[in-house]
């Protein structure tokens, strides 16, 4: 499983207080905790207002990269800054992201064709995100085009299908697991990802709908998520599924995820 | 989700000491405890010396009927022992368990034939527990052989395809959850149960295997299993895998059941 650490995110209080605040340290500090926790990707998102989006998003990769050998994910919903902020990352990373929607993917395709750097792909275009498995698998057919005009190889996308809220869904999450699968059949090499937390809006107990929707979309071919790998009970659900789902021999990963303190332990 | 609470097992030492002891109040409690968690069977197993089963059984079964009127689960080894203790029930409840193994089912399925009893059957026979999947589908096939022969319907089996525990095996569960989609592609009105818990043993943190387990059995067709009711993480676990599955239009049944108690709150 890739784990793209979810906690630098300027759309969490606190850490919308320590870039407000220019606190270094605290930001330092989720970097760290993360890498440590196991994340292969260090999510960098900074939700503030556009004029100062392209300078706080380089405080905070600098920041991740004082600490961490850990590639940054460039998290930003315009893809200029995406494009803006390669520049700023040590190694190749992860930009999240692009979709069919305006000109990202033709902004951020050229600038990685070339490269070892990865790509978060959603599923949606100018109409939207579409409501039917259909209409997001033709999206996805377009993204692959694309992909393939740029030489981009499918081991370096990450698919996010765009799971929505199960609180106002009929048919729950059927419908994107019939999609996770059919890509996965089209390019195996190819990630799916998602986050773990958007389905349980509005609901009571939210970790136990985000954990029971991560078991059912691995077990359809997720292999990557935006996810808080500082939590033990999530991590070690994701060892424990993977060893169901027959990736691990023996639970030789998952005894030894739990023998490193990845999960288990009370801190 | 058909729920088969657990808690009266001999096997389980605080329970053996109640039976040794006769701590009638000890008994009642896991009964009343289990029903008002949402049990829809309270399972009752001796674990004691054959000579003593039947009036243990006995004494378990009138303690239970005492406090609820949650149907019993006969759970014994010996089918003899089930088939005798029917009678101590005062309504239909589970027979748990027969299989192909020596003359279980014989003596097992005339008595039930006109009755509503429902019953658990394991996919193993005289030769042991197969290690293929066809070998337990062709276990299968000859148990429901005999359902037909004596007019049981599917409804009123509880097909249990014995998970191993996980640390031994190669591919994980993906061979029982294939048996368990065949089975229900078969008959789609069967149920499929298990313990959710003997594919833990040996491994750490053993909730969190269970866990992931029932969510991924559940996305193949498992609907009834063995487990502690009165365990809110995996109660709400089930009724989050249910929404997510399609099967709670709205999160309606799983916003009720979180406002009755049934989980999120700490007692």
Redesign the interface.
């Given at each position: 499983m890739i784990i793209i650490g979810e906690k630098i995110n300027g759309a969490i209080p606190s850490v919308a207080k320590a870039i407000a605040g220019k606190d270094a340290e605290f930001i330092k500090n989720l970097a760290k905790i993360q890498s440590e926790a196991g994340a292969n990707f260090i999510d960098v998102c900074a939700s503030v207002e556009d004029s100062l989006e392209l300078e706080t998003i380089k405080w905070l990769i600098d920041l991740v990269q004082e600490v961490t050998d850990t590639p940054i994910s460039i998290d930003s919903p315009n893809a200029r800054i995406c494009a803006e902020a390669i520049k700023f990352c040590n190694k190749p990373g992860l930009i999240n992201s692009v979709s069919m929607e305006g000109d990202k993917i033709e902004l951020v395709f050229p600038l990685i064709a070339e490269t070892k750097w990865e790509c978060a792909a959603l599923l949606c275009d100018d109409t939207g995100i579409p409501q039917t498995g259909e209409k997001r698998l033709e999206v996805f057919a377009e993204i692959m085009k694309k992909a393939k005009e740029y030489n981009i190889a499918p081991s370096r996308i990450h698919i996010d299908p765009l799971v929505q809220m199960?609180?106002?869904?009929?048919?729950?999450?059927?419908t994107i697991m019939d999609v996770i699968k059919e890509i996965k059949k089209q390019y195996p090499d190819i990630h799916v990802t998602g986050g773990a937390s958007n389905?349980s809006f509005n609901?009571?107990?939210r970790k136990?709908?985000n954990?029971?929707?991560i078991?059912?979309s691995m077990?359809s071919g997720m292999d990557s998520a935006i996810l808080d790998p500082t939590n033990k009970?999530l991590m070690?659900?994701l060892?424990?599924?993977e060893?169901?789902?027959?990736?691990?021999?023996?639970?030789m990963e998952?005894?030894g995820a739990?023998r490193e303190g990845k999960?288990?332990v009370k801190k």
């Open positions: 199960l609180c106002t869904s009929e048919n729950g999450i059927l389905i609901l009571p107990v136990l709908v954990q029971a929707f078991v059912l077990s009970d070690g659900m060892y424990a599924t060893a169901l789902l027959g990736m691990d021999e023996y639970c998952y005894i739990y999960f288990g």
